[in-house]
């Protein structure tokens, strides 16, 4: 089993940063891949980024150049760096990680972009 466990959302205004972190414990070892999604009410779940063990990262058109992921591994800690924060970044933020053939969820953190 893993555990997730996320904290650094808040409200931020339009153009702002926020820093997202995702401590991971647990059977931590051979995690394959880490990344975040997002949630708007009303519609799917959404995946932002992802990192590989590897070392390959993804991010979807909209974050890319203002959103960044990486890894503490001394700290097993997930960051998701969001800078020049937009309204339409409001979501609830997924930690996911996974291992083998599983797919472990943190509990979501609420970020909030308003003016």
């Known amino acids: 089993q893993v555990q997730l466990v996320e904290s ?7 153009g702002g940063s926020l820093r997202l ?3 991971a414990s647990g059977n931590i070892f051979s995690i394959s ?3 975040w999604y997002r949630q708007v009410p009303g519609k799917q779940r959404e995946l932002v980024t ?4 590897g070392g390959s990262t993804m991010y979807i058109d909209s974050v890319k150049g203002r ?6 591994n001394s700290k097993n ?3 998701l760096q969001m800078n020049s924060l937009k309204p339409e970044d409001t979501a609830v933020y997924y930690c996911y990680a996974v291992r083998g053939s ?10 909030t972009v308003s003016s």
């Open 8 to 14: 650094g959302g808040g409200l931020v205004q339009p």
């Open 21 to 23: 972190s995702c401590v």
């Open 33 to 35: 891949v880490m990344g």
């Open 50 to 53: 992802w990192a590989t063990n």
């Open 67 to 72: 959103f960044t992921i990486s890894r503490d």
């Open 77 to 79: 800690t997930l960051y």
């Open 102 to 111: 599983n797919t472990y969820w943190g509990q979501g953190t609420q970020v």
